[in-house]
């Protein structure tokens, strides 16, 4: 009995291998359809409305911001269920680590695995997004989550960072920052572990019509004071929240970066303004 179940198991195991390798194929050659910059293929964007109205709500977005947002967050790699935000997130790593090593990468699955990756020192503080499943093979990746209790994975607080001075070329975080109480002291502590030259590459949800950045929560003497009623991006109401939202950012964010001592180079997305990818550099 237990040998025909072995048996069974290892035809299974070959059959998803042998769907896998047929669905790459069939990706690989999708006719009309752009590459995904994460894993590299051609498969189609699946959307799924993921906002809900007491979010929107508490953001203050019109109904055209909800949209871009919306679609920013749901609309995935039907392959790899990367996000529009992970995607642009994952070209601007390419295009960064191209234009200073000369290399001509497309995907960042390609990237993780070539021998350039071997010798880039990257931080990544907690997943970004869905693109972890590429970078975790990276050999000098230094994966964190805040809160982590897997003793395989260290867990790091952005305010305090226990990696010494300049040791990083690059550092990763994906909708992070706006759950940080004091990100002003997270930037400083980014920009302290990166070497001169080495790059903060990163996304935040910012309402870019919004000149001002606006703080829903802060700690004072300890303790924790909601400026506003609390909010969960993640999680809606009547779940467990996630991780409680300290700020939204506003158009006033790229200069709070550049007081810190960044230059800052933002990418866009022509046709959604919520598209907005960070590259953040340590001049000195």
Request: aromatic share 10%; glycine share 6%.
């Amino acid at each position: 009995m237990n040998n025909f179940r072995t048996y069974l198991l290892a035809v299974f195991r070959n059959v998803k291998r042998l769907g896998r390798k047929i669905r790459i194929q069939i990706y690989s050659f999708g006719k009309g359809i752009d590459p995904c910059p994460a894993c590299g293929l051609r498969a189609k964007l699946i959307h799924t409305s993921v906002l809900w109205p007491e979010l929107i709500n508490e953001w203050g977005l019109s109904p055209i911001w909800a949209d871009w947002f919306d679609k920013r967050e749901g609309s995935k790699c039907e392959y790899c269920c990367s996000s529009l935000r992970d995607r642009q997130l994952a070209e601007t790593i390419i295009n960064a680590i191209n234009t200073k090593e000369g290399t001509n990468f497309s995907s960042l699955n390609k990237l993780c695995v070539a021998p350039i990756a071997r010798k880039l020192m990257i931080a990544e503080i907690n997943s970004v997004g869905n693109l972890h499943q590429f970078l975790r093979d990276m050999p000098e990746l230094y994966y964190s989550e805040f809160g982590s209790e897997f003793p395989e994975v260290p867990s790091e607080d952005l305010t305090s960072l226990s990696y010494v001075d300049s040791t990083f070329d690059l550092v990763l975080t994906s909708e992070t920052l706006e759950h940080v109480p004091d990100v002003e002291l997270a930037l400083k502590e980014i920009y302290r572990v990166l070497k001169p030259g080495g790059m903060h590459i990163f996304t935040v949800p910012v309402v870019w019509d919004k000149s001002l950045t606006r703080r829903r929560a802060s700690i004072q003497e300890g303790q924790l004071v909601h400026h506003l009623s609390p909010s969960y991006h993640g999680s809606p109401q009547g779940e467990k929240p996630d991780f409680l939202v300290f700020y939204e950012f506003g158009a006033d964010f790229v200069e709070q970066c550049q007081k810190v001592g960044f230059t800052v180079d933002l990418v866009r997305d022509n046709e959604n303004p919520s598209l907005v990818t960070f590259v953040t550099q340590r001049t000195r």
